[in-house]
């Protein structure tokens, strides 16, 4: 079982969280996630078309980002 800390998570201020209250707790940690990457993902998407804008080729960009050529003309064109 995993454990709620209540205050200041003195031992003897510690339950045992219940199977409905873990699913809570994993699903806002997946939601903070989900907000993290999609905030990451638009960052490289800036960082791709400033790249471009840069004059750095496809190619060179692809590498760098660790994407597809495909997928860098797609982000600097605004497809997908």
């Known amino acids: 079982a995993r454990y709620a800390s209540i205050g200041r998570g ?6 045992a969280m219940t ?5 809570q707790s994993n699903r ?4 903070n ?17 400033a ?10 960009i692809a590498t760098a980002a660790g994407l597809s050529r495909e997928r860098v003309y797609q982000i600097r064109d605004g497809r997908r």
Do not use: M
């Open 28 to 31: 806002l940690k997946h939601r």
């Open 19 to 23: 199977p409905l209250e873990e699913i």
């Open 33 to 49: 996630i989900a907000r993290r990457l999609a905030y990451i993902d638009q960052e490289l998407q800036e960082l791709v078309r």
């Open 10 to 15: 003195n031992p003897a201020t510690v339950t």
């Open 51 to 60: 790249a471009f804008a840069a004059g750095h080729t496809g190619p060179a």
